[in-house]
């Protein structure tokens, strides 16, 4: 892992099926701006962070596939103005990958897949209708 300066551990975190690794959001510590990021830390290595995405945003609920490499979790898309679910991969860190068939107008807060692997669940507000 990387060296880490951060502010805060955030609520939210996400235990591995294999339960030796968490998955959860930190607060960074940016003068310029309220960056977050999504870390692992290993519990044989706990105090080894790797960081798998760093943006601003970010929402604080992780869930893990049960094939200990994906990690789901929302943050701002911004290309649809609102958060959305992304997944991101412990091999392939900083590379997001979009949840494809989510409502891409509703604000997506929370997000978790089934013990399965096969579903997600997830908690959103629906878009406001215009009069």
């Not at 968490?22 to 290595?45: C, E, M, P, S, Y």
């Not at 900083?94 to 692997?117: A, F, H, M, T, Y």
Request: with cysteine.
């Amino acid at each position: 892992g990387q060296p880490l300066s951060y502010r805060s551990i955030e609520k939210g975190i996400g235990w591995s099926h294999d339960s030796k690794s968490l998955a959860f959001r930190v607060k960074l510590k940016k003068v310029d701006a309220d960056v977050a990021a999504i870390v692992v830390a290993d519990l044989d290595t706990p105090d080894k962070l790797d960081i798998l995405y760093t943006a601003v945003r970010l929402h604080s609920d992780v869930s893990w596939h049960p094939d200990g490499n994906q990690i789901l979790f929302s943050g701002l898309d911004s290309s649809a103005g609102t958060p959305q679910m992304f997944i991101v991969k412990r091999t392939d860190p900083e590379k997001l990958i979009p949840v494809p068939g989510q409502p891409r107008n509703w604000r997506i807060i929370d997000c978790d897949w089934s013990p399965d692997g096969q579903r997600i669940a997830f908690t959103a507000e629906q878009p406001q209708e215009k009069p």
